[in-house]
Structure formats: structure tokens, C-alpha cells
């Protein structure tokens, strides 16, 4: 009879815990994707590229900052691309009227607003978040293209470009500081606030939730009202870089944004997950994203290989789950 098998010492258990559970796995995994990436493409490195990457992927980095406390909380905003879109709408028609700082102030206003209406609506009449966010989408973006007539708007004022959409604090574009700012906002949030407790409460049951004596409905109201914030700072972001309010912009943002989320191991079930996962899991897809594009693959074929990130993501973390 073979000798039985000794248990791994508790210092590999607990290695093991920590990679299977992302704290590690991710990092390795996204510093491995660099290495190789920079070994098989020398253009990933080189400055242009990094800073042309952190103002590529500062707008999804913004929605992800709002999008996984919905999926904390048990729900999920797939309007958020289609506000961002009509927030940037907006506030340039705006412009002529209340001048830059009122144009970016009526873009955080549209997407607060929007935000409030999909909370109310989801809280008031308990209809699911997949509902009322998805037709909150089709509205959102229709009237985009209603008030544009389907066209671009080009309106946007030079120093708006300039300082936030091509500008740099220390040499860190703006636009990446706006996400950066967005991430720790929500991190802060979700990690040190009474709101993120209950965040956390309502995604595990809300039933028990209400039976502590959290106020469910004013804290589900308040996680779409930040989505629609984020949403229309990241209109802000995006609008500036790309020199134009465009009513068909960041089309399908909102489902990468929900990729980010699951990549980064946040359970779609709710009650769990960190900024920190949403954060390795939305650098993830921007990489391969510009790897891509680096590489010159075509935008069909990328759709489908981000795609197959998505189905492989959410496979490893049931099996993750069910190995705990």
C-alpha cells in the first residue's frame, strides 16, 4: 500500500488561495501578457503606444468604476454606453449656451439624471436592472441620434481637447488620471463607507439586507445614479480625445464593461468582488484590444476573440467557485 499523501504545507495553501482567488493569478497573468506581447511586438513598449493605450482605455476604465457596484449589488447597467454617448450629445449642444465648464458640467448632469430615473424605475415598480437598463439603451441612444440627426458633432472647444483630452499632469495623460480618479472614488467607496456595506448586503440578499434595517431601495436608487455619473464623466473623457460628440459612440462599451467586471473575477451573483479585480479585468481587455489593433487584426475578428475571453472567463470562475 502506497504511502498516503502528504497535505501542502499551510505557506502553499495559502498561495494557492490567493492565486485562485485573483489576487495574484491576475497580475502575473497581465505581466505575462506584456512580456510576450513585448517580445512578439517591440511597438508595445514604446512610449506613443503606452500613452495612446492609457487614453484608449480610460472611458471603459470609467464605466467599470460604476458598472461593478451595480453587479455588487446584484444587478447590472447596460444603458451606460448609450448615456455616455447622449451625455456628450448634450452637453456640447450646450456649449453655445453655458460655455465649456457648463458643457461638461450638463454631460455629469444627463448621465446623474439618467442614472436616478433607471434607480427610481427598478426600485418603484421592482422591475429587473437587465430590463430597464436595456431599454434605457435604446432610448438613450435614440435620442442621441434624434437630436443629431445621426451625425457627428464636431463643436468641441479647442482647449477642451487640448487640456483634457490630450493633455498630460507629470507626464500622465489626463484622461488616464480621470479613470484613476474614477477607480479610487469607487474603491474608497465600496471599502470605507456605510454605502458600499449595504452595496454588499443587497448582492448577497436583499431580503436580509432590508431585515438588518438597510434601506434598500434609497441604496439601489444611489448605485445607478453613480453609474449614470460615471457614464457622463466618461463621456467627458472620451468626447474630449476623440474631438467630436458622436451619438453612436462607445457602442458595445457596455458589454465590455460587464467583460471587465467578470474577467476580473466580481461573481455576476453579487455580494462580492473588489475595484481592484474590475480594474485587472478592464486592463485585460484594453491590452488585447490594442494588441490587436497593433497587429492589424480585423474588428470582426476581434469581437469574436473578445468574446471567447468572456465565455472562458466566466467558465474558470464557476470552476474557481466550485473547488473553494
Known amino acids: 500500500m502506497s504511502a498516503p499523501t502528504s497535505p501542502p504545507p499551510p505557506h502553499a495553501r495559502a498561495l494557492w488561495n ?9 497580475p502575473l497573468f497581465i505581466v505575462a501578457v506584456a512580456v510576450v506581447t513585448g517580445l512578439v511586438e517591440p511597438r508595445f513598449w514604446s512610449i506613443d503606444n503606452l500613452l495612446n493605450l492609457s487614453r484608449q482605455v480610460a472611458p471603459l476604465m470609467i464605466l467599470v468604476a460604476g458598472q461593478v457596484f451595480a453587479v455588487i449589488a446584484g444587478g447590472l447597467d447596460l444603458s451606460i454606453a ?24 450638463v454631460m455629469l448632469a444627463t448621465g446623474l439624471g439618467i442614472g436616478l430615473v433607471n434607480g427610481l424605475i427598478i426600485v418603484r415598480f421592482k422591475v429587473s ?23 457627428p458633432l464636431y463643436d468641441v472647444p479647442g482647449p477642451m481637447v487640448d487640456r483634457l483630452g490630450y493633455g498630460a499632469v507629470l507626464g500622465v495623460p489626463v484622461p488616464a488620471l480621470a479613470a484613476l480618479v474614477a477607480l479610487l472614488f469607487g474603491a474608497f467607496l465600496l471599502r470605507y463607507t456605510v454605502f458600499g456595506r449595504y452595496v454588499y448586503a443587497i448582492g448577497s440578499s436583499s431580503t436580509a439586507a432590508h431585515n438588518s434595517g438597510v434601506d434598500v431601495g434609497r441604496t439601489t436608487v444611489l448605485v445607478y445614479v453613480l453609474c449614470g455619473g460615471m457614464a457622463g464623466l ?8 476623440v474631438s ?3 451619438p453612436l459612440a462607445a457602442q458595445g462599451l457596455e458589454l465590455q464593461s460587464l467583460a471587465a467586471v467578470v474577467v476580473g473575477g466580481v461573481a455576476l451573483t453579487g455580494g462580492s468582488g473588489t475595484m481592484l479585480q474590475a480594474f485587472y479585468g478592464a486592463l485585460i481587455l484594453g491590452m488585447l484590444s ?7 487584426v480585423s474588428s470582426f475578428l476581434q469581437t469574436l476573440l473578445i468574446g ?3 465565455v472562458a472567463a466566466v467558465i474558470l470562475d464557476q470552476l474557481r467557485r466550485a473547488h473553494r
Open 18 to 26: 490567493r492565486l485562485t482567488a485573483g489576487q495574484l493569478g491576475l
Open 82 to 105: 448609450a448615456v455616455l454617448a447622449l451625455s456628450s450629445v448634450v452637453g456640447i449642444l450646450a456649449l453655445k449656451e453655458v460655455g465649456m465648464i457648463g458643457g461638461i458640467a
Open 129 to 151: 436592472p437587465l430590463i430597464v437598463t436595456l431599454g434605457m439603451l435604446s432610448i438613450a441612444r435614440g435620442l442621441s441620434l434624434l437630436v443629431t440627426g445621426g451625425l
Open 234 to 241: 466618461a463621456g467627458v473623457v472620451l468626447t474630449s480625445w
Open 244 to 246: 467630436a460628440a458622436q
Open 290 to 296: 490594442n494588441v490587436l489593433n497593433m497587429a492589424g
Open 308 to 310: 471567447v475571453v468572456i
